[in-house]
């Protein structure tokens, strides 16, 4: 019965924090990976599908106010979706274990900017 407990938590707790803007995902990846024995492809398959409800609320949010920037809209589209695409070719053709450390050092990266935040100037 307390099989299913830690997962849940996890999740509802990372929605938690998500939705007050702190990246969820990346703590769901983490708590897979390192206490749950996920492998890395499923936890970001997992990642993905966490995130895509998420996205598409907000797009549809944002359309509604009106704050979606067309122009950048079209120029960023295209790109992403062939950057996408080369990254899912990436994570299904390399190795896990060259990934595993290229991938932490961006959580590691990401997690200091959060609590250092570059200073902008004025």
Not at 50 to 57: D, R, V
Not at 72 to 88: D, Q
């Amino acid at each position: 019965m307390t099989e299913w407990l830690l997962p849940f938590l996890c999740g509802l707790g990372a929605s938690v924090v998500s939705a007050w803007g702190v990246g969820g995902g990346t703590l769901l990846l983490l708590v897979m990976t390192l206490f749950l024995g996920v492998d890395q492809r499923t936890a970001q398959g997992i990642n993905l599908l966490f995130f895509l409800p998420t996205a598409i609320s907000a797009l549809v949010c944002h359309a509604k106010n009106g704050y979606l920037d067309k122009p950048t809209l079209k120029a960023a589209v295209p790109v992403a979706v062939v950057l996408a695409m080369a990254g899912a070719w990436a994570a299904t053709a390399i190795d896990v274990e060259l990934l595993r450390k290229p991938f932490g050092a961006y959580l590691l990266l990401s997690g200091v900017s959060l609590i250092w935040p570059s200073k902008k100037a004025s």
